[in-house]
C-alpha cells in the first residue's frame, strides 16, 4: 500500500548529539515530502519541504532533510540537538492532489 | 503570519450531546480548510476537505452525518461532532491553505482535545 513510514517510534540522544529520524514513502513517483514538528499542546509547524531540485533542503531550527530517490527516503538531520527539540516528528507527503499522508510520528526525547 | 487558531482547546462532553469546533484563519483568507483527527500514538487521518461556501469532500470511512463540516466564511470552520460518543474522544486539528497561495501550503491550528464521557 502506499504510505509514508517513520521505522522509529521513540528516539532518545544526549543534548549536542546529532539527529538523524528516518522517513521513507513507497509511491510510484516521487511525492511533495514535508517534516513537521509538534510539540505537547501545540499545532504542527512545518520544518522543511521538498519539491524538486537541490536533495539537501535547509530548514527552521537548524534542521536538515536529504531526499534519497534510489532509497525512497526523506530523512531529517540536526548537528546538534537542543534540549526544545523534545517533541514528536512527522514526515508527511503528498503523492498526487493536496491530500497530506502523514507517517506515525517518532518522539524524540533529549537527554541532559 | 499565517497564524490558524482553533477553539476550544478542550472540550469534555457526555454521550449523546454534540460538540462544535472551530477552526479560524487568524491573519490570512483560506478558501480551503482541512479536518485531521489523531489518535493516540498514531499519526494524524484526514477527515475531510472544508471548501468556502461548498459542501466539505469526506474522506471513507468517514460519516458525513456525525462529522458536519460548514465553511461558510473565507477564515472560518466548523466541524460539529453529532450524537457524541466515547470512541469519539480524539484530538482533532484542522489546518488552512491560503487562498490564492500554494496549493500545497497548510498552517495548522493548536489542535483540540476531545474527551466525551
Known amino acids: 500500500a502506499q504510505s509514508v513510514t517513520q521505522p522509529d517510534i521513540h528516539i532518545t540522544v544526549s543534548e549536542g548529539a546529532s539527529l538523524e529520524l528516518r522517513c521513507n514513502y513507497s509511491y510510484g513517483a516521487t511525492p511533495y515530502l514535508f517534516w513537521y514538528v509538534q510539540s505537547p499542546g501545540q499545532g504542527l509547524q512545518l520544518l522543511l519541504k521538498?519539491?524538486?531540485?537541490?536533495?539537501l533542503v535547509q530548514g527552521i531550527k537548524g534542521f536538515e532533510a536529504e531526499f534519497k530517490r534510489s532509497q525512497s527516503s526523506f530523512n531529517l538531520r540536526k548537528p546538534s540537538v537542543h534540549w526544545s527539540d523534545a517533541a514528536e516528528y512527522f514526515c508527511?507527503?503528498?503523492?498526487?492532489?493536496?491530500?497530506?499522508?502523514f507517517g506515525t510520528g517518532t518522539l524524540l526525547a533529549v537527554q541532559p | 503570519g499565517a497564524v490558524v487558531s482553533q477553539h476550544p482547546s478542550r472540550v469534555i462532553c457526555k454521550s449523546g450531546t454534540s460538540v462544535k469546533i472551530e477552526c479560524r484563519s487568524l491573519?490570512?483568507?483560506?478558501?480551503?480548510m482541512f479536518w485531521y483527527r489523531q489518535f493516540p500514538k498514531k499519526s494524524l487521518m484526514l477527515m475531510a476537505t472544508?471548501?468556502?461556501?461548498?459542501?466539505?469532500?469526506?474522506e471513507q470511512g468517514v460519516e458525513k452525518d456525525k462529522f458536519l463540516i460548514n465553511h461558510a466564511s473565507l477564515t472560518l470552520s466548523t466541524l460539529t461532532v453529532t450524537s457524541a460518543h466515547p470512541e469519539d474522544s480524539s484530538f482533532y486539528i484542522c489546518?488552512?491553505?491560503?487562498?490564492?497561495?500554494?496549493?500545497?501550503?497548510?498552517?495548522f491550528g493548536p489542535g483540540t482535545r476531545l474527551t466525551v464521557t
Open positions: 521538498y519539491f524538486s531540485g537541490d536533495t
Open positions: 489546518s488552512a491553505t491560503p487562498t490564492g497561495g500554494n496549493s500545497y501550503e497548510q498552517y
Open positions: 508527511a507527503a503528498i503523492p498526487r492532489g493536496n491530500k497530506l499522508i
Open positions: 472544508s471548501n468556502e461556501g461548498s459542501k466539505a469532500t469526506y
Open positions: 491573519d490570512f483568507q483560506a478558501t480551503t
